[in-house]
């Protein structure tokens, strides 16, 4: 009798102690859920935000109006021609002469091509500019928001020599020659998505379809 007696609240505690273990895994299976459930709403709330920062990105790129060029080098002038409509050459320090705001630069409409503030007179230019690293670029929206800026080393759709060169020549009316046959604008909008956004090509044909 006194043995059963003393076995009883080890039994006891034993059942309390399994009861007490069960309620803390279940409290802790529950608070893993949770947690869970948690960090999975907090990746897709995350995945949300960047697609439609991506997105709003992406309507940004393509409200591109304008390409500011500068390049700060006053030795540039070398690479720059400007001729009167009869082929007469201008001295490329002449007041008359487009491209010129202090050293080598223009602003020319991406849709167009056209650099804006041309000269009234009938003149054209033909440019081949060794740039290396000292150029500045800004891309504008219509209302000349800044878009995205870079500097350096010239993209590759202003030049034949991709990184280096400037080269493009205007008729007299300065409009860069072949800017819409070479599709001039979808490059800048290529770029543009490229360094932006870091697209692929693949990223970009199913981005195509949304714009």
């Not at 529950?30 to 991506?54: G, S, T, V």
């Not at 010129?100 to 503030?117: A, P, Q, R």
């Not at 060169?165 to 001039?184: A, H, M, Q, S």
């Amino acid at each position: 009798m006194g043995k059963k007696s003393k076995q009883k609240p080890k039994k006891e505690k034993y059942e309390q102690e399994t009861n007490i273990n069960m309620k803390k895994n279940e409290n802790y299976n529950k608070e893993k859920k949770l947690k869970k459930k948690a960090n999975k709403k907090a990746e897709i709330e995350k995945e949300e935000k960047e697609e439609d920062n991506k997105k709003k990105l992406l309507r940004k790129i393509y409200k591109v109006k304008y390409l500011e060029v500068y390049v700060g080098n006053e030795e540039c002038r070398d690479g720059v021609e400007i001729f009167r409509e009869n082929g007469e050459k201008l001295d490329p320090f002449d007041d008359e002469a487009p491209l010129y705001y202090g050293d080598f630069g223009f602003k020319v409409d991406i849709d167009t091509g056209k650099i804006l503030n041309w000269s009234d007179e009938k003149l054209y230019a033909k440019v081949n500019m060794r740039v290396m690293d000292t150029g500045f670029y800004n891309y504008l929206d219509k209302d000349n928001n800044k878009i995205y800026e870079d500097e350096g080393y010239a993209p590759s759709f202003l030049g034949l020599s991709p990184g280096e060169d400037i080269c493009f020549e205007t008729d007299v009316d300065g409009y860069i020659l072949g800017w819409k046959e070479e599709n001039i604008k979808e490059q800048i909008i290529e770029y543009l998505r490229e360094f932006l956004l870091g697209e692929s090509e693949i990223d970009k044909m199913f981005t195509n379809k949304l714009y």
